[in-house]
């Protein structure tokens, strides 16, 4: 690891831990905003004791940071997580993937690590990230929409970020009517057909050939594959049904395309504004924006979320 | 008109106006929260002039009330209008219905009345009402649904109602599935199919035979007649489609029903919560309320809102 510039601003240092449900990320972010020593690895995973594996985990590498950079200072410490969470208790309530149910995060990483621990949901602060410091910035109604295998929001209303006790932002388990049978047991929803997840799954349904990814399918399209580029406008049609409905009922003024299916860019944002337009008639009308922060986003945000605790905002 | 009861508190009295697409209300609101000489009269127009007659008509009644009640002290007016409106500026920026277009409201109440005044949203400050005093007391996240000729919604998440910009609530004019062409130029509004005039219209559509309300619908669908049992129940798929979006998207813990179809009580509130809870996996579940207010709520609205000026809330 490498320390910090000496020209780097004075302000505190934090921690940052974005725990996905593959891959954890860590980097220990400096009074500029600057990541030093960002680690990519896989989540660690414990059935029996799921929260406890993060917990050891995260301890683990912020022991390691505060020794590869004994000249800094560490402030506090921020750990974002998938799933339904309590950032008021510092709680993970739920996560089906990764097998928590009401795990105390911020209280256990507190003993860990003697840090101050700002625990939030990882698209929650990812959002936050992208209205205060990426795409979203001197928004107050937008939408954060986070798409990869599955499609998840961050829901800015009138400058705040909506929590609906844990449970806001799952636009892709909202229906629409293209939508079919979902693995969470609804119908209908969204991410089963504007996911990237969804389009390499249809594509395959469909033509009984594997597809690497979404990027694949788009390009597939591109030479005139009928079958990827049908995929690939159901995805958008279902995107903007969703997309209107938050105009409809939020007033929003924007939505900002974050997830690995933003990575199409004017691919996807072109016949997405064109779809969204056709669609409403009085309504706020909203622009479709690509996240600025990108995969970045949820460390990011997790970063801001332990700066909070300190004082010594960015 | 009779005087406040001797016993009455001794807190400040407010005048309150909602001012509907068809009629008007006015009240003298006494500091219990009491409403004394509750007038009801056909809305004011004027083509050339549409803010101008409503405060014109206004600030007769105010004055009205002021010479009925010599012994009471009026502190502050209250006006609540439909369309788009910013509160901010008290500004009645769009009714369609009603025919204005960025009209100061409050500007010129002041000026006519000499009173404080607070101008805001007729859904709007009927939801906060209902949050406040009525069905929606207690709770954080919720929608307050107005079911009548339209629909129209208040939207509350965090114990915050949503503004959009003046553009949130709209919930009648985001789409469903089985929603058709809408007056608005979009296709699909639940308005289309979910609201009382949806009914009614669909009913005579089917049958050839005109029906004098929603609940003449609701009879003939309990005295056997399919066609209304088709109509009234794709009514409740529609609601059931909106309301589920706003669980996932906000995580809503209850829908509070109010306007002329909130009437139906049970008839509507049984099937809806089945079909609702059909459709839901692991989202937060919605209750299915009523409204407490009922038709007075915009006024209560209009009464708290002015209240909120004089530093004496109920």
Not at 115 to 130: I, K, M, N, Y
Request: proline share 4%.
């Amino acid at each position: 690891m490498s320390a910090p510039a000496a020209s780097s601003p004075a302000g505190g240092s934090v921690l940052a831990f974005d725990v996905g449900g593959t891959d954890m990320k860590a980097a220990l972010q400096d009074g500029s905003g600057k990541f030093h020593s960002l680690l990519r690895m896989p989540t660690p995973r414990d059935p029996a004791r799921p929260g406890d594996a993060v917990v050891k985990e995260v301890a683990a590498l912020a022991q390691r940071y505060t020794r590869d950079y004994p000249q800094v200072s560490v402030q506090a410490l921020g750990l974002v997580v998938p799933g339904l969470v309590d950032e008021g208790t510092g709680t993970g309530l739920f996560s089906a993937n990764l097998g928590w149910r009401d795990y105390p995060f911020a209280q256990r990483l507190r003993e860990e690590t003697g840090l101050p621990v700002a625990f939030g949901h990882d698209v929650g602060l990812a959002g936050e990230a992208e209205m205060r410091l990426g795409a979203g910035q001197g928004l107050r109604d937008a939408v954060v929409l986070i798409i990869g295998t599955g499609i998840a929001g961050a829901v800015f209303c009138d400058g705040r970020r909506v929590r609906g006790g844990g449970y806001a932002g799952e636009i892709g388990h909202a229906a629409v009517p293209t939508g079919t049978l979902c693995a969470c047991g609804a119908h209908g929803c969204l991410e089963t057909v504007g996911s990237a997840g969804a389009i390499v799954r249809r594509y395959t349904e469909r033509t009984g050939r594997a597809a690497a990814g979404a990027k694949e399918v788009l390009h597939a399209a591109h030479n005139g594959d009928a079958d990827a580029a049908g995929v690939w406008a159901d995805a958008v049609e279902g995107l903007a049904d969703g997309i209107c409905h938050l105009a409809a009922v939020l007033g929003t003024e924007a939505v900002i395309l974050g997830g690995g299916l933003s990575q199409a860019g004017s691919d996807l944002t072109g016949p997405l504004r064109r779809a969204v337009d056709s669609r409403l008639s009085f309504h706020r009308r909203p622009g479709i924006r690509v996240s600025v922060l990108g995969q970045d986003a949820g460390l990011m945000g997790a970063a801001l979320h332990a700066r909070g605790l300190t004082g010594q905002p960015l």
